[in-house]
C-alpha cells in the first residue's frame, strides 16, 4: 500500500530476512520457508536456540535475520550466504555469522491450533508462549497506535528494515494469501539492463534482470 492504514490494525516491523515457519515437537525441530524448502540444516545455531525458548509442541511463524556486528542494522546480503551447500561451511557460518529469529504469529501449541483464530487472539497466545525467550530468539515489536507505526517506518529504515506490516486484529490466518497490508519504502535508481534469466514456470516469463549501475567515476559496474 502507498500509505499506512488506519483501523483495527496491528503494526509491526517489516524484517528483511528469511520469511520462516517453526515446527517443534519435542526434540524434533524443523525450519521451513515460505516456499516449503527445508532450512533447517543451515541453521543449527537456530536450531538449539530455538529448542531452549520455544514451547515443547508448536507451530511459529517469524522471520530469520542477521543482525551486523555493531547491533544497529539487519544484514541481509550476509544472511544470503548462508544458504551454503558444504557442511563444512554452514558450521563456519554458523560460528561467524550466527542468526536470530523473530517470532510474530503462532499456529499451533500444544494440541490447539490457531488458523482460526483472530490474530489478536494469536498475538496474545504467542507472547504468553514467549514470555521468557532470550536473544537470538524475540518477539516482534507491535504497535495498535498509527503515529507510532509512522514513526517506526521513518526511523527504522536506516536499521535496515523493509517498513510496516499492518495486519487487521480481527483476521484468522489465511495460508498463502495477503490479507495484510504492506507499507514499504520506495526505492529508485537509474540502472542498466545488461541480461535476464527466464522464470522457472516457462520460457514466456522473465525470472531475474542483471542490472548493472554507474559509480561515482561515471564507470558501469555489475551488480
Same mark, same amino acid.
Given at each position: 500500500v502507498?500509505?499506512?492504514? %488506519?483501523?483495527?490494525? $496491528?503494526?509491526?516491523?517489516?524484517?528483511?530476512?528469511f520469511?520462516s515457519?517453526?515446527? =517443534?515437537? !519435542?526434540?524434533?525441530l524443523?525450519?521451513?520457508?515460505?516456499?516449503?524448502?527445508?532450512? /533447517?540444516?543451515?541453521?543449527?545455531?537456530?536450531v538449539?536456540a530455538?529448542?531452549?525458548?520455544?514451547?515443547?509442541?508448536?507451530?511459529? #511463524?517469524?522471520?530469520?535475520?542477521?543482525?551486523?556486528? $555493531? @547491533?544497529? =542494522?539487519?544484514?541481509?546480503e *550476509?544472511?544470503?550466504?548462508?544458504?551454503?551447500?558444504?557442511?563444512? =561451511?554452514?558450521?563456519l557460518?554458523?560460528?561467524? /555469522?550466527?542468526?536470530a529469529? *523473530?517470532?510474530?504469529?503462532?499456529?499451533?501449541? #500444544?494440541? /490447539? @491450533?490457531?488458523?482460526?483464530?483472530?490474530?489478536a487472539e +494469536?498475538?496474545?497466545?504467542?507472547?504468553?508462549?514467549?514470555?521468557?525467550?532470550?536473544?537470538?530468539?524475540?518477539?516482534?515489536? +507491535? /504497535?495498535?497506535?498509527?503515529?507510532?507505526?509512522? =514513526?517506526?517506518? $521513518? %526511523?527504522?529504515?536506516?536499521?535496515?528494515?523493509?517498513?510496516?506490516?499492518?495486519?487487521p486484529?480481527?483476521?484468522?490466518?489465511?495460508?498463502?494469501?495477503?490479507?495484510?497490508?504492506?507499507?514499504?519504502?520506495?526505492?529508485?535508481?537509474?540502472? *542498466?539492463?545488461? !541480461?535476464?534469466?527466464?522464470?522457472? $514456470?516457462?520460457?514466456?516469463a522473465? @525470472?531475474?534482470?542483471?542490472?548493472?549501475?554507474y559509480n561515482?567515476?561515471?564507470?558501469l559496474?555489475?551488480?
Amino acid at each position: 500500500v502507498t500509505a499506512l492504514p %488506519e483501523g483495527e490494525y $496491528s503494526y509491526e516491523p517489516k524484517w528483511d530476512g528469511f520469511r520462516s515457519i517453526i515446527f =517443534r515437537d !519435542g526434540d524434533e525441530l524443523e525450519i521451513g520457508s515460505r516456499n516449503e524448502k527445508p532450512m /533447517t540444516r543451515y541453521f543449527p545455531e537456530l536450531v538449539e536456540a530455538l529448542k531452549a525458548n520455544l514451547p515443547e509442541r508448536c507451530v511459529v #511463524d517469524g522471520e530469520i535475520i542477521l543482525i551486523s556486528d $555493531s @547491533g544497529k =542494522r539487519l544484514e541481509f546480503e *550476509v544472511l544470503q550466504q548462508r544458504i551454503h551447500p558444504a557442511a563444512s =561451511r554452514v558450521k563456519l557460518l554458523a560460528e561467524q /555469522t550466527p542468526a536470530a529469529f *523473530v517470532a510474530f504469529d503462532l499456529l499451533a501449541l #500444544d494440541d /490447539t @491450533g490457531f488458523l482460526d483464530r483472530p490474530y489478536a487472539e +494469536r498475538r496474545s497466545a504467542l507472547e504468553a508462549a514467549l514470555a521468557d525467550a532470550a536473544a537470538p530468539v524475540y518477539l516482534t515489536a +507491535r /504497535t495498535t497506535e498509527p503515529g507510532t507505526a509512522q =514513526r517506526w517506518f $521513518s %526511523e527504522l529504515e536506516g536499521a535496515g528494515l523493509d517498513g510496516i506490516v499492518a495486519k487487521p486484529l480481527a483476521d484468522s490466518y489465511e495460508p498463502g494469501k495477503r490479507t495484510m497490508a504492506k507499507y514499504k519504502h520506495e526505492r529508485t535508481a537509474d540502472c *542498466v539492463l545488461a !541480461g535476464y534469466r527466464v522464470h522457472k $514456470s516457462g520460457p514466456d516469463a522473465v @525470472g531475474s534482470l542483471l542490472l548493472g549501475l554507474y559509480n561515482d567515476d561515471g564507470e558501469l559496474t555489475n551488480v
